[in-house]
């Protein structure tokens, strides 16, 4: 996995003006791509893949909607997070004012204290990027 190294540029943040690795993404595969690969040397054809990817997005979409948590077996958990503004007092909080939106988290299945999704990750730096001054 490679990485290039970025200035804190937030001044209200305590760690404004240091330096942190960050992850350096090369491209975004698609899910017709990905759909392709896994069709690939399987004896299911590849509209199946199709048929299956789409219903398992709407079921998962519609149980993470529901504020239900979604755990896939072998890849992890995920759940949907509110983000908002903190109040002072219980009463003054107003959804449409203090909440900002919605993250999605994803957990890595884990066995035995270990997360298969991260093994054999490496760490390069990224040398065509232009670091941050």
Excluded: C
């Amino acid at each position: 996995m490679k990485y290039r190294l970025k200035k804190e540029s937030k001044p209200t943040l305590p760690t404004y003006g240091k330096y942190k690795a960050v992850a350096v993404h090369n491209q975004t595969v698609s899910s017709d791509e990905i759909l392709k690969e896994a069709a690939q040397n399987n004896p299911l054809d590849e509209g199946v893949f199709i048929a299956a990817l789409i219903r398992l997005s709407e079921v998962v979409n519609r149980h993470l909607r529901a504020g239900d948590k979604v755990r896939l077996q072998d890849w992890g958990m995920m759940k949907l997070e509110i983000e908002s503004d903190k109040v002072d007092n219980l009463k003054d909080f107003r959804a449409k004012k203090h909440i900002r939106g919605v993250r999605l988290h994803f957990i890595p299945e884990s066995y035995n204290g270990t997360q298969a999704l991260y093994d054999g990750i490496t760490f390069e730096k990224d040398k065509t990027f232009p670091q941050d001054e």
